[in-house]
């Protein structure tokens, strides 16, 4: 999951943004994992319920954050890390 949107982020050349927002975000991380939530509703009919949920739950835990930061960090480096949350 982790690896495919830091894939996506890759992708649209948006790593640095993304990392810099992350980064000051961190310590948000279960304030946003709960906006991911509230606004279900809305994004829901964008993404598959099943990996939505999965990534709102991933932003809840502490780590979540930054495995997601090291795998844009590897995306951008050319490659992945391997490893899921």
Do not use: W
């Not at 994004?43 to 809840?60: M, Q």
């Amino acid at each position: 999951m982790l690896e495919r949107v830091a894939r996506f982020i890759d992708k649209k050349k948006l790593s640095a943004p993304a990392l810099l927002v992350l980064g000051s975000l961190g310590p948000l991380n279960y304030v946003g994992s709960q906006a991911l939530f509230f606004l279900r509703p809305f994004l829901g009919h964008l993404f598959p319920a099943d990996r939505y949920g999965a990534f709102a739950r991933i932003l809840e835990r502490r780590e979540g954050i930054s495995a997601l930061m090291e795998e844009i960090e590897a995306a951008a480096r050319g490659g992945s890390r391997g490893e899921t949350l």
